[in-house]
């Protein structure tokens, strides 16, 4: 897209407190210029007075959007928490319009994401198989060279898509009626089995009360549909948010923060039939697992214990974690994949180093 052209996909803003956030994402969305938005916005906590100034300039930011553009807003003057806030803003997003790409303040995109996600919008907006479009890709690249979508069942909300109504049937999905966590794999017996324990786990969370992030239950209401997800195979956006100032993304190590946001592929005009992508799936899965790990050394300490039959009392979500260490090999070859493209950090290198050690012990008779 070339500076000047306008764009008519809707885009929504998610912002709170964090007017540089937002401000760096207006300047990328300058050089595409959409012609809506619809922006979203919680109040500010009393418990925290300094947002009364920051969510305050955080919503100011908007009136820097000097292009032709209708701009709607839904700002709560009262704090509703991040999932509320969110869950209510897309709500009404979704009633306002028939289809979005979604950008929280802290997703910086680079600008081909928007025009990418329009197209996939277009192509897969009647597919009923098709729950959300996701420009994040956590392999960096992934696939064919050829290909300018990835079809599987994980997709990520950092810079997102997805039409009203596959909005509204997803978030229609009652999860207290799914009561047994087979209902994850209910038809689907091809789900790789680490797919399968990841959604499980969030399932019994939930029915324990224990589970209310809004982007967890969008993702597990969408696998219990059994609804695709359309990823780009190269990574379009980058999150700026991790660490202390987020509301959930803490960990400051977390080497997702690192993976640049690069240029689409070329759209196919006719793009072929394409069938899914288990492997992005699971692989997509072990780098997230990997990515946050706090004690490499002790994950891979435990590893070692289980794989050598000593019975090591942890429970199901914590093995579930430690999958990457038990299946070095593979991990090292997702690690080393990051690594040739420059992905790099001291924990990241403490980490690869730490699955380098644990696949030689591994392979040692």
């Known amino acids: 897209m070339n500076h000047g052209e306008s764009f008519e996909t809707p885009v929504a803003l998610v912002l709170f407190n964090r007017p540089a956030r937002i401000h760096e994402l207006i300047q990328t969305l300058r050089i595409v210029r959409p012609t809506t938005i619809l922006a979203i916005a919680d109040g500010p906590r009393t418990s925290h007075p300094t947002d009364i100034v920051t969510c305050r300039l955080a919503r100011a930011a908007l009136d820097e959007i000097d292009w032709p553009c209708w701009i709607e807003r839904e700002f709560s003057p009262v704090n509703l928490g991040c999932d509320q806030r969110i869950l209510s803003g897309l709500d009404w997003v979704f009633s306002r319009v028939g289809q979005a790409i979604v950008l929280e303040d802290d997703i910086l995109p680079h600008p081909s994401f928007l025009p990418w996600a329009a ?5 897969f907006g009647n597919d009923p198989t098709v729950g959300l479009i996701s420009g994040r890709n956590p392999l960096g690249f992934w696939g064919d060279p050829d290909q300018d979508h990835i079809r599987g069942y994980s997709g990520s909300i950092w810079g997102w ?3 009203a109504h596959a909005w509204r049937r997803v978030q229609a999905l ?6 047994s966590p087979s209902a994850v794999s209910r038809n689907r ?10 959604h499980s786990i969030a399932l ?7 589970l209310a992030a809004w982007d967890v239950l969008l993702s597990l209401r969408a696998g219990l549909l059994g609804l695709h997800a359309i990823s780009s195979p190269v990574n379009l956006t980058r999150n ?14 977390d080497f997702s923060a ?7 592929r070329p759209l196919q005009a006719t793009p072929p039939p394409q069938s ?3 492997g992005f799936d699971r692989a997509a899965l072990m780098v997230q697992l990997l990515a946050r790990c706090r004690n490499p050394d002790m994950a891979c300490r435990l590893a070692r214990l289980i794989q050598r039959g000593t019975h090591v009392p942890l429970d199901a979500a914590t093995r579930h974690h430690l999958t990457p260490f038990i299946h070095a090999d593979e991990s090292l070859r997702l690690l080393e994949h990051l690594a040739a493209q420059g992905l790099s950090s001291l924990p990241f290198d403490q980490l690869l180093n730490a699955i380098r050690n644990q696949s030689a012990y591994v392979a040692t008779p």
């Open 240 to 253: 700026t948010g991790i660490g202390p100032e987020a509301t959930r993304t803490l960990f400051a190590d």
């Open 258 to 264: 690192l993976l640049p946001a690069r240029e689409s």
């Open 161 to 163: 898509a997805c039409t």
């Open 189 to 198: 017996p091809f789900l790789d089995p680490l797919w399968v324990t990841h």
């Open 174 to 179: 009652d999860l207290g009626a799914e009561t």
């Open 204 to 210: 019994e969370m939930f029915h324990r009360g224990e």
């Open 276 to 278: 899914m992508d288990p």
């Open 119 to 123: 197209a996939m919008l277009e192509r």
